[in-house]
């Protein structure tokens, strides 16, 4: 109800950038994938339990990088997947930006969304405002979204495709983002 019907432009165009990138069907491999391995991470898990007393008795020698890998394997995989879905979404954006001609429209968008959404968390949920991890998100960060999409738009005398004459060439309100603290902070791996 809040966005401009220019906005609603942006990101239904973003809406048909997933759409025309088949991301559901590659997502649900991803997710295929990841499943696929921590069935496989959890059978060699048990088998290795199950193992475990006649080893010694063998003498059968297990790599420890192989039970790392076992332990480890569905968090890579997770890891991946969350990596792949921040790309799909930097991809819809460019689609939208391109099949709009006006880049502008959807920054503006996202940057409301964000706004309203992070009052209404805030007032149920204390505290849920703070940003997690970059790598632990299944969308990039606004900010950056905001900044690449405004890269996009289309210079004095520059044409678009789709492009609408008489729309503001800027939109000022997206360059002050609100800065928020992170949760937590490793030499900037964090966020």
Same mark, same amino acid.
Not at 18 to 24: K, P, V, Y
Not at 79 to 104: K, M
């Given at each position: 109800?809040?966005?401009?019907?220019?906005e609603?432009?942006?990101?239904?165009?973003?809406?048909?950038?997933?759409?025309?990138n088949?991301?559901i069907?590659?997502?649900?491999?991803?997710?295929?994938?990841?499943?696929?391995?921590?069935?496989?991470?959890?059978?060699?898990?048990?088998?290795?339990?199950?193992?475990?007393? +006649?080893?010694?008795? %063998?003498g059968?020698?297990?790599?420890?990088?192989?039970i790392? *890998? =076992?332990? @480890?394997? /569905?968090?890579?995989?997770?890891?991946?997947?969350?990596?792949?879905?921040?790309?799909?979404?930097?991809?819809?954006?460019?689609?939208?930006?391109?099949?709009?001609?006006?880049?502008?429209?959807?920054?503006?968008?996202?940057?409301?969304?964000?706004r309203?959404?992070?009052?209404?968390?805030?007032?149920?949920?204390?505290?849920w405002?703070?940003?997690?991890p +970059?790598?632990?998100? %299944?969308?990039p960060?606004?900010?950056?979204?905001?900044?690449? *999409? =405004?890269? @996009?738009? /289309?210079?004095?005398?520059a044409?678009?495709?789709?492009?609408?004459?008489?729309?503001?060439?800027?939109?000022?309100e997206?360059?002050?983002?609100?800065?928020?603290?992170?949760r937590?902070?490793?030499?900037?791996?964090?966020?």
């Amino acid at each position: 109800r809040t966005l401009t019907p220019r906005e609603i432009t942006g990101v239904l165009a973003h809406e048909l950038g997933h759409i025309r990138n088949n991301d559901i069907w590659v997502m649900g491999l991803a997710d295929l994938m990841s499943r696929l391995t921590n069935m496989l991470s959890l059978f060699g898990q048990w088998l290795l339990v199950m193992n475990l007393l +006649s080893m010694p008795a %063998t003498g059968v020698q297990v790599s420890w990088w192989a039970i790392l *890998l =076992l332990i @480890l394997g /569905p968090q890579l995989a997770t890891l991946a997947q969350l990596g792949l879905s921040r790309t799909r979404e930097y991809d819809a954006d460019l689609n939208a930006a391109l099949l709009t001609g006006d880049p502008q429209g959807l920054a503006s968008a996202l940057v409301k969304i964000e706004r309203r959404q992070g009052r209404l968390l805030d007032l149920l949920l204390p505290g849920w405002g703070l940003p997690e991890p +970059s790598w632990l998100r %299944t969308h990039p960060p606004t900010g950056e979204r905001v900044r690449r *999409l =405004l890269a @996009l738009a /289309p210079r004095e005398g520059a044409w678009l495709p789709g492009s609408r004459a008489g729309w503001p060439p800027a939109v000022p309100e997206l360059v002050s983002l609100p800065a928020r603290r992170p949760r937590y902070h490793v030499s900037g791996l964090w966020y």
